[in-house]
T-cell receptor, first 113, second 113 residues
Framework: DVKVTQSSRYLVKRTGEKVFLECVQDMDHENMFWYRQDPGLGLRLIYFSYDVKMKEKGDIPEGYSVSREKKERFSLILESASTNQTSMYLC????????????FGSGTRLTVV | DAKTTQPPSMDCAEGRAANLPCNHSTISGNEYVYWYRQIHSQGPQYIIHGLKNNETNEMASLIITEDRKSSTLILPHATLRDTAVYYCIVRVAGGTSYGKLTFGQGTILTVHP
């Protein structure tokens, strides 16, 4: 079964910490995405990548950076975690053509205290 | 992307067909209809998509009206594990909307024993 795997289901970090969220997909997908999901705000795109070492800003990139050194891995980095970054973080991937659906990971619920 | 309207909640008996409607009266000719679902505390799961023809896969069937202004997702034999929030999305595949998945409120489907 194809999968997008996020390294942690739950994380608790302190304000100011640098946080790494890891995502790995085994489908040889070209495109990978990071979203956050908050009640009442729906799904918001943070960053996406359409190729190794390539990245594009989404709708809410402030306070985040990403890294894609290998095709299967896409990392989200919170440079200095803040309480307003407490959220559910979702990674997804898709084939280049983009007509098909996105495959999501199970999510990482991050709490910043 | 076109706006969609879904009923906030629906019930279904286990083993019966669940028919989830979606209105998208402002859909454009190049916009696809996608369905995702999200089980509590998990990432969204892609179900099916279509442009104008009816589609079927191992999970569900998608019926799109001839004028494309509405569609119905059919789960032919609902199980308790189908209890989830179901999202209907209308969007262009690829292009400048790439990665932008706007989940509305969705329909909470509850499958009863």
């Amino acid at each position: 079964d194809v999968k997008v795997t996020q390294s942690s289901r739950y994380l608790v970090k302190r304000t100011g910490e640098k946080v790494f969220l890891e995502c790995v997909q085994d489908m040889d997908h070209e495109n990978m995405f990071w979203y956050r999901q908050d009640p009442g705000l729906g799904l918001r795109l943070i960053y996406f990548s359409y190729d190794v070492k390539m990245k594009e800003k989404g709708d809410i990139p402030e306070g985040y950076s990403v890294s894609r050194e290998k095709k299967e891995r896409f990392s989200l980095i919170l440079e200095s975690a803040s309480t307003n970054q407490t959220s559910m973080y979702l990674c997804a991937s898709s084939f280049e053509q983009g007509v098909g659906g996105y495959t999501f990971g199970s999510g990482t619920r991050l709490t910043v205290v | 992307d076109a706006k969609t309207t879904q009923p906030p909640s629906m019930d279904c008996a286990e083993g019966r067909a669940a028919n989830l409607p979606c209105n998208h009266s402002t859909i454009s000719g190049n916009e696809y209809v996608y369905w995702y679902r999200q089980i509590h505390s998990q990432g969204p799961q892609y179900i099916i998509h279509g442009l104008k023809n009816n589609e079927t896969n191992e999970m569900a069937s998608l019926i799109i009206t001839e004028d494309r202004k509405s569609s119905t997702l059919i789960l032919p034999h609902a199980t308790l594990r189908d209890t989830a929030v179901y999202y209907c999305i209308v969007r262009v595949a690829g292009g400048t909307s790439y990665g932008k998945l706007t989940f509305g409120q969705g329909t909470i489907l509850t499958v009863h024993p």
